[in-house]
């Protein structure tokens, strides 16, 4: 909100300077520390330098011009050279509750990302190998993106690029062969397969040879034999069910999973672009682009011929540019492949495409254990849904501890335990690492999913079948400090979450919340909101279901359940 005013007052300034002077002049709004100053404060320098005229007078121009606008200002002072802004919380709050009210769950959409696709490339773990928390992030994140680009109105495509392709598949080929089974695995595919891959891996240390067979594996399945690659379409479709598990706990959902093997066919063209431009040099049988200096080549085919991880992101590049019509691809990937995105992004730039700029990797930090970085396989079997049923099972305690007799309680400890997960990763800015501690995130009260989730809790059953009458309210009340921190940040929201959008981060609107949380906790502290005052408690009720409104939002938009009791 105070940002949207900020900007009005800016361009109703600037567009009087430019009709009376026929100058071009920058306007500059600040928000001053000190209540005495203003909520908003402009400094005449910027205009002074320009029109050559005494800063007071500059002020004083300032001033009259937005008098005579009809802004929710109340006082404009002239001090010295600056013009301080006093808001006219009044009408501003009594804009925010009915606005948020009358929108409820559309309050604070946007239409900036009309007509745009964006294209999200997330959660892509790499199936055979099972899967880790660095793709929970990827998950998460990815989620809440498309969850916030949404609401800012652009058109979305989340593509789970499953790692589909690779040694892994002969390693796995080669531990069924040896010690599996295809019955018994049917029956507990999930289990099954990852002590399987485990085995393997373990057994390599003591018999280097096997990887050896693996690679073999592997080939053949390249190579089209047509027993290896229907093993590997079942094991592809078996080990997918772990994935599905996690997805269906999360509710998270795409609209594609074409993985890395759908681009087996579509490399060709790659190879093609890169040889016409010849930037194809071999190095050591090897095909590679050079890529200057700074940036190692990137290694486009393998000495005996196999494709590679980059090769079928360049196809895929390609492929998503022209069947989405897409103005931006995300990909949400750890730091750790940094290089690999600033690769793929010189490659199409050196292919002359002329879309490089539009790849964006969205990078994340490592999750830590106990300050180390955390692990789900390397020869212990701790499963990441293992991790995520401990979280809900952490919550159910809570809930047996705090409401024995809440109905529906495993649902809601579903509810409470994931989103404690959700939100521990969301809070932090997602490029930084953070530290894993389940029973710390499910905890009711801290930064955390559950206080947001019982802060929604508590006023819910404050304002269940309560009427609001917004034509009766007490607008004065506005003008306490309590009050007016609250309503402020409800109007913040959808400054929030299109600087969420833009920064691509969630961390944004997580810390957002907790902050409206909070004041809102510190005002119901306060005051009480049942009150005699028929006007009174009209306001109150009003106000605490905007911020009911806001909070279940921005839940959602990290992708968190809400609840009605806990
Ligand atoms: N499967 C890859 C991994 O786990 C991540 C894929 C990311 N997406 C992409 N288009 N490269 O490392």
Known sequence: MIVVLKNQIKNIIEAYFDDKYEKDIEIITEEPKKLSLGDIAIPSFSVVKVLRKPPVEVANEIKATLENSNLPLAKIEVVGGYVNIFLDKEKMAGDILYNAIKNDEKYASSTIGNGKTMVLDYSSPNIAKSFSIGHLRSTVIGNSLKLILQKCGYNTVAINYIGDWGTQFGKMIVAIEK????????????????????????????????????????????????????????????????????????????????????????????????????????????????????????????????????????????????????????????????????????????????YADDICHINFGLVLKDGKKMSTRKGNVVK????????????????????????????????????????????????????????????????????????????????????????????????????????????????????????????????????????????????RINTEDEKIRNTNFALAKAVRIVLNEGLRLLGIKYLEKM
């Open 179 to 354: 010690w599996g089974n295809i019955e018994e695995i049917k029956k507990d595919p999930i289990n099954i397969l990852s002590e399987l891959y485990v085995r393997i891996n373990n057994e390599e240390k003591e018999h280097p040879e096997l990887a050896e067979e693996a690679r073999e594996a592997f080939r053949k399945i390249e190579l089209g034999e047509q027993k290896y690659v229907d093993m590997w379409k079942w094991i592809r479709q078996e080990s997918l069910k772990e994935s599905e598990q996690i997805y269906d706990l999360l509710d998270v959902n795409f609209d594609s999973f074409n993985g890395e093997a759908f681009f087996n066919d579509k490399m060709q063209r790659v190879i093609d672009i890169l040889e016409n431009k010849k930037l194809l040099k071999e190095d050591q049988g090897a095909q590679i682009v050079d890529l200057g200096e700074d940036i190692p080549p990137a290694l486009i085919k393998r000495s005996d011929g196999g494709s590679l991880y980059i090769t079928r992101d360049l196809a895929a590049v390609m492929w998503r540019k022209e069947t989405y019509n897409a103005d931006k691809l995300l990909y949400v990937v750890g730091n750790e492949q940094k290089l690999h995105f600033i690769q793929l992004k010189n490659v199409i730039e050196k292919m002359d495409l002329p």
């Open 384 to 527: 990441l849904y293992d991790i995520l049923i401990q979280a809900i099972e952490a919550a159910k305690n809570q809930i047996e501890e705090k409401n024995p007799d809440l109905p529906n309680k495993d649902d809601v400890a579903k509810k409470v335990g994931v989103g404690a997960v959700i939100f521990n990763d969301l809070k932090n800015y997602r490029a930084l690492d953070y530290e894993f501690d389940v029973n710390q995130m499910v905890k009711f009260e801290g930064q955390t999913g559950p206080y947001l989730q019982y802060t929604g809790v508590r006023i819910a059953s404050i304002i269940r079948n309560q009427n609001i009458d917004l034509t009766n309210l007490d607008l004065s009340l506005f003008d306490k400090e309590h009050y007016y921190e609250v309503i402020k940040l409800v109007g913040d929201f959808d400054d929030v979450i299109t600087d969420a959008a833009k920064e691509y981060a969630p961390s944004i609107i997580a810390r957002y919340l907790l902050d409206l949380a909070s004041s809102f906790n510190k005002f119901y502290s306060i005051e």
